[in-house]
């Protein structure tokens, strides 16, 4: 297990001069909790807090990144998956993960190890691509801060007019500040009114530097989404206006952004045409890209994507890898 406070050892609890008193509190309770072995009731005699309030601490420290916990031990049938997805669909690298209870949580534990794998993959000097939602803000915060100050990360996709704490700005943000790189944004809405609009945008220079950029990655980590009301881009309003014609065109869910069918192939409909990311096909190209997706709802999409080639490394869940294995495997022409 990693050390859950910076700055703490095995033997003593966390100090922390500088410090506030919240901040000495939560560290405190995580230490007590991953290195002390107390109970969340012990903890809360000693500090003098509620159980359910112990418990909410404990929470958030797995959310935030606080914590970080190592198994070093493999799980067998794991890894048996993560070599079958591997040599079915000619992956460089698959972390599959055990399936946990409850829809956050299983994204929360496919980010905290693709933000594992992105971290191996990582150097100073480097252009890091990065996408959108719950997953991969979860990887980033699990990366923990570095110090790369000649990389830049690059937005692959245009964003909302909303802050959720997942929208492409944020988390490419929080993915700068984490290694201490440069940040370019594709500062544009993911959907154009039109092809005409979004091509007018792209004569910016700011934008147009920005999409180059974004095709030049070195290191690129995306998710995908359903066509659910777990998915962020389909709750939109121009998402949910379209709903029934991307489905009637066979729509299966979205690659940054770009709505793909059963065999991954980009669907025939205009808001493909308007979308402000890089494309499917582009990102084919990026030498080491991570799709970091999970749950049965979106197994349909990961293997569109995965029998698309677009992507060379996989995070998943098992339920997820077991599903897409029992799919037929198809090449997208």
Known sequence: MNDPVAGTTMTDPP??????????????????????????????????????????????????????????????????????????????????????????????????????MLSRLLGDGQSIGIGWGRTLSASVASLGPRRLPASRV?????????????????VATRLAEAIGGECHYLAAPIYCPSEHSRNDLLTHYGLADVMRRAREVDVALVSCGDVSSHSLLATTQTVRQHQQALEAAGT??????????????????HLNQCVMALSPQELKVVPRSILASGGLNKAPVVHAILSGGYVNRLVTDEDCARAILGMPLEKVP
Not at 68 to 89: F, G, H, K, M, T
Not at 154 to 170: A, D, H, P, Y
Not at 252 to 269: K, M, N, S, V
């Open 154 to 170: 690059v937005s692959l996709m245009g964003g909302l007019t909303r802050g959720s704490g997942t929208n492409t700005f944020e």
């Open 252 to 269: 299966i869910g979205d690659l940054l952004g770009t709505f793909l069918d059963a065999h991954g192939r980009p669907i025939a409909h």
């Open 15 to 116: 100090r922390a001069a500088q410090r506030s008193s919240g901040d000495e509190v939560a560290a405190r309770v995580v230490w007590y909790y991953y290195v002390g072995n107390l109970t969340q009731q012990e903890i809360g005699d000693r500090l003098g807090l509620t159980r359910l309030r112990v418990n909410k601490i404990i929470g958030q420290a797995r959310v935030d990144g606080s914590v970080r916990i190592e198994v070093r031990l493999p799980l067998a049938s794991c890894v048996a998956l993560e070599e079958e997805l591997a040599a079915r669909y000619r992956l460089a690298e698959v972390a599959v993960v055990p399936a946990v209870p409850g829809y956050e949580d299983q994204q929360r534990v496919i980010g905290e190890a693709a933000g594992t």
